[in-house]
Each structure stands twice: as C-alpha cells, then as structure tokens.
C-alpha cells in the first residue's frame, strides 16, 4: 500500500505540474492519519508557490485516484496526510508479513563475522557478533541476496606461538632452540591424554597455555621472546613445507584441530546458520604477501627500515607495516590476502566485514591500501563495527590477561537466570534471552549484558516475544478457520493494531538499508505491546466481532513469527 500511495503521488505531481520528483512516504501520529508526505514542500521551491496551496492541488486529484481505498487526505502544516479505510489499512496489515525486500535481488554476497581464533576460547565478543552477524546476513538474504557467510581466523602468527611455548614451558626450565624436540614430545604425550574431554575444555586449556605463553613472552626476557619468534617462524614453515610428523608440528595441528571442532560445537549450540568455508590466515599468506609484494614494484606500498608499509597519512590515516622486518607478513597483509581469495570464490557484489571497534582505524588503512589497485573491491566492502560485550558492572577484559568473558560463560549464567525465574530448563528462551539482547542494541557502542534482564517476561525481552507468540497461538487454536470472513469496519482499537502490523514492511527495509536487526526488535516489540494493549479490553473468543478479531490475530501472530525468524530466534508455539 505505501508503494502503491507513493507511486500514485509521484504520477499526480508529473501530471499536474510536469515534474519529476522523489517522493518521501512517511508515518504520522495515528490521529492525523496513515501515511504523510511533505512532497508540496519539496516542489515549493521549484514552483516558486506556497507549499500549502500545492498540496491542496494534489489532495483534490488523489482524492479521486485514491477514493477506493482511501478513507480521507488532508493537508496539515504543508503535509499531505492520508488516511486509508478499514478493509484497506486491513489488507496491508495482511500483506506485511508476506512482504521481502529486493535491495539485494540478484547480488552476491560475503557474509564474514565472528572470526575466532584457533589455539584460543571463544570469548563475549564472538559469541556476540556470530549471532548479530547471523541476523545482517539474514536480512540480506531477505531482501533477496545469494549470501555466503565465511569465517577468517589466526592459525598462524605470534599468538600461536606463544600458545606453544606456554604448553612446552611445562616440559622444560631450558630456552635452548635444541630441546624443543625433546620438550614436545613430552608434550605430544600429554595431549594425546587429553583427547577424552570435551571441546570446551580443550578450548580452555589451550587459552590457559595462550594466557602462561604469554607472561612468558613479557616477562621472561629476550632469550624467551627470541625463542617464541623462532617458533612463530617454525608454524609458518608447517605449512609451507607441509610438516606433519615432527612432535611440534603434530601438538599444532592436533591443537588446531580441536580449535575448529570446538568452534562448529559452539555454532550449532547458539543455533546461528553454518558457516560456508573457514579461511585459516595460512592460507591467505601467499597471495597476501604476493599481491603486497607485487604493488610494492608499482608504489602502493613502500620500504621502510627493511620493512613495507603502506603510508596513509595523505589520505588522513597512518602508516601501517604490511611486511615486517624479519620477512613476515603482518595481519594487514593476511586481509589484503583476504579479500582476493573471496573475490576468487565469490566474484560478489558486496563484502560484509564485522570487528570490534578496535578494528576500525585498521581496516581503513587496509581498505584504503586495496583502493590503490582494487578499487571496485575496496568499494564493494562494507565494514560494520561493533562494542565490547560487558556484564551489568564488569570491568573491560583481556585475553591476554584470561580475565575475559567466555562466551560459554554468559550461555550458563543467562540459563542459571532463565531457570531461576521460570523454574524449569529452557534452551529455546535461554536463547531467545541471549539472541535478542544482543539484537536490539543499535550497533556501535559497548553492549552491557544484564542476564536477569534479558530473561524477563515483563520488559523488552526475547522471552517476552516468545511468550507472546505462543499466546496467540494458544488462542488460535480454540478456534476453527476464520476463512471466508468479511470486514467492511474495524473499531478503533482494532484498527491501530492492524496499522501497527501494517508498519512492518517499513522497518524490514529500514533495517535492511541501515545493516540494523534492532529496527526489526524495536517494532516487535511495540507490535506485542500494541497487541497486549488491544488483547486487554477486547475479548476475542466469544464476541460478536470473534472473526473479525480472529483476523487480526492471525495476522498478528504471523507477522510476530516473521520477524523472529530473520532475527534467528525460535518461535515455539508453545512453551
């Protein structure tokens, strides 16, 4: 209907004035109607007229182009305010939950988020931009995108070694390069050992020996730091010489492994969508360092005390070293690798990134650098950042230090919260709790995660929506078919309902623009409050207007499980 109204206005002003003119549509307070548009405005300037005498010229021709399905059009402080009849704003209300955008019809798309590292746990951070990542990626899928969401991650680089050294500490006193050997393969004993506990625990073991290697690193002196750098230099070499025998190589790709199976664990147990290919940095080393290597002979970059950098200070960044003095590639050549194995896989039209905030000034001089002799790529890239994930009154966390907020952590206290207050186990609201704090949060600033509150039945909840979806349902099905049913009127209190369902095409393309899920759990939620609100001090079951409110609900209903469907969040029919 809002399309159809904003074509209608745009061909009236062509008509009546020869002019071509975009045409905003907007929602007025519900009193003066269901639709505005301040088109007389725009056109006063062009037409060197008083905006109010323009709209009133275009209300008495769409009076009669509208008059089927429009109840009243007026003009109010140079706005022209349209107001539909009963079995109109009721058809719209119908058509919004079948409604997809088409921004992205035909595009291909990366999807990259999440992006763990092996040899560490998942912390707060990841578990919150898997799930958030997760519902960008669906809304781009709504709004008809080919979407393939993929995973980048350090398999290589210092934090890998200082992770080995931290498990070959507890095998010697020595930092002689020679007993490495010796150590790992008392170390390769020990892990074999380990192979019966769970992923999780791997997982925390591993970071443990990331948190010790790394006091290790800053505190042991230079024989230490001399030793782990000879180690960083040795896991390249794993994968350039495909070294799987020797104990050191095997204890990496032993740990590596259990990394990826823990983060697959991880991802089916939040519920978020597969992910469609991990890229390890290891395998975005050669044609990173090829590509840099190969812009450096062409000026992109440049060499700097036995380094290559890339200065960004004329395009008002700074500099940055893609290849450091020892020969290896720093993290800002693995992304410069990145990008060109995706645009390999996927030619796509557009690449979602998503970090922390902490990533931003980076991934600008690293985009930047890739505009120099990739243009279009650098352009295609859209890069989301988010905060960090606190608890009502944490402290900011490290994993360097290992005070960090694990993602299983905020999983066991949001479930202790949900059993506590509803005195039963319960992983779809659990979730639902989880997915939908995290969601309704505009993107940017730090996320303060309280685990009471995203588990309450009375606020703006994930258990909240999934309450009241299995509500409706519960009423629904007290009753047969409402088919064949017709409206020629609502009552008041019915009609807000139906033009509060009706917004919901709206807010799917104002988040879809914006890359913004919240938009989608803003409306949810004043939806359900809207329907409670109706539900209050209207009955439904066994009043003269039982179809006519059955209708609604229906609708409602639908339109309720849409919207937590693209937010990934389950919608039980009853809890």
């Given at each position: 209907m ?15 004035f020869?002019?071509?003119?975009d045409v ?14 301040n ?15 323009i709209a ?8 009669v182009?509208?008059s089927e ?5 007026t ?6 305010n ?9 058809e ?10 088409k ?5 291909v ?15 707060a ?15 781009m ?18 934090h890998?070694?200082?992770t ?6 507890d095998y010697?006193n ?21 192979g ?11 970071a ?30 794993f994968h ?17 492994q ?13 519920a978020?969508?597969p992910?469609?290919r ?9 044609i ?11 000026g ?15 395009y008002?960044?700074h ?20 990008i060109?194995l ?23 001089v690293?985009?930047?650098?890739i ?14 950042t ?8 944490g ?11 694990k ?13 506590k ?10 979730l639902g ?16 995660y309280?685990?009471?509150e995203s ?5 703006n ?11 409706a ?12 049913a ?5 009552e ?6 139906a033009?509060k369902?009706s917004?919901?095409?709206?807010t799917?393309?104002?988040a ?14 004043e939806l ?16 003269p ?25 389950p ?5």
């Amino acid at each position: 209907m809002r399309e159809k109204i904003q074509k209608t206005v745009a061909d009236t002003v062509n008509n009546l004035f020869k002019i071509t003119v975009d045409v905003d549509i907007t929602r007025p307070d519900e009193q003066f109607g269901d639709y505005s548009t301040n088109v007389a405005l725009k056109l006063s300037g062009q037409l060197q007229r008083n905006p109010k005498d323009i709209a009133e010229e275009i209300c008495q021709q769409l009076r009669v182009t509208l008059s089927e399905s429009v109840e009243s059009i007026t003009v109010a402080s140079n706005f022209i305010n349209i107001r539909l009849k009963s079995p109109s704003i009721l058809e719209a209300a119908k058509a919004a939950t079948s409604y997809r955008p088409k921004t992205y019809e035909g595009k291909v798309i990366v999807a990259e988020y999440s992006d763990p590292n092996p040899f560490k746990v998942l912390h707060a951070g990841h578990l919150y931009t898997s799930i958030v990542g997760d519902g960008i990626a669906s809304l781009m899928e709504l709004a008809g995108g080919t979407v393939h969401r993929v995973n980048f991650g350090g398999d290589v680089g210092l934090h890998v070694a200082k992770t080995l050294w931290g498990i070959l500490a507890d095998y010697t006193n020595s930092t002689d390069s020679d007993v490495i050997g010796n150590a790992a393969g008392r170390a390769l004993e020990a892990l074999r050992g380990l192979g019966s506990k769970s992923l999780l625990d791997k997982a925390n073991w591993l970071a443990e020996h990331y948190v010790s290697g790394t006091q290790l690193y800053d505190d042991g002196g230079e024989a230490v730091k001399l030793l782990i750098n000879e180690l960083n230099r040795q896991v390249y070499e794993f994968h350039s010489k495909n070294n799987h025998d020797s104990p050191l190589a095997q204890i990496y790709w032993m740990c590596r492994q259990w990394s990826y199976d823990y983060f697959q664990e991880f991802y089916k147990e939040i519920a978020v969508h597969p992910f469609e290919r991990y890229y390890p940095e290891s395998q975005t080393v050669e044609i990173g360092m090829a590509t840099v290597r190969e812009q450096l002979k062409k000026g992109v970059y440049e060499e700097s005390d036995g380094a290559v950098v890339f200065k960004g200070e004329q395009y008002g960044l700074h500099t940055r070293v893609f290849i450091n003095s020892a020969g290896l590639p720093t993290y800002e050549t693995k992304d410069v690798g990145l990008i060109m194995l995706k645009w390999q896989d996927y030619h796509f039209d557009k690449s979602l990134i998503i970090t922390s905030n902490d990533q931003g000034e980076y991934m600008k001089v690293v985009q930047k650098s890739i505009e120099q002799f990739e243009p279009q790529l650098a352009a295609s890239s859209i890069h989301l950042t988010h905060g960090l994930v606190k608890l009502k009154g944490g402290d900011k966390m490290s994993s360097r230090k290992g005070n960090i907020l694990k993602a299983a952590d905020v999983l066991e206290i949001t479930a202790k919260a949900n059993t506590k207050l509803i005195g039963k186990e319960n992983k779809l609201t659990t979730l639902g709790a989880i997915k939908y704090s995290f969601l309704k949060q505009r993107m940017g600033a730090d996320i303060i995660y309280d685990p009471e509150e995203s588990v309450s039945l009375a606020g703006n909840s994930g258990p909240y929506l999934q309450y009241a979806y299995a509500r409706a349902c519960s009423i629904l099905g007290k009753v047969a078919s409402t088919e064949g049913a017709t409206v020629n009127d609502l009552e008041p209190a019915e009609r807000s309902l139906a033009r509060k369902i009706s917004e919901y095409p709206e807010t799917l393309d104002k988040a879809v623009t914006e890359y913004m899920p919240h938009h989608i759990c803003t409306f949810l939620y004043e939806l359900a409050q809207t329907f409670n609100s109706f539900y209050e001090h209207n009955r439904v079951i066994d009043d003269p207007r039982q179809v006519v409110r059955l209708q609604l609900l229906e609708i409602y209903a639908a339109t309720l499980k849409s919207g937590l469907q693209v937010l990934n969040i389950p919608s039980p029919d009853h809890l």
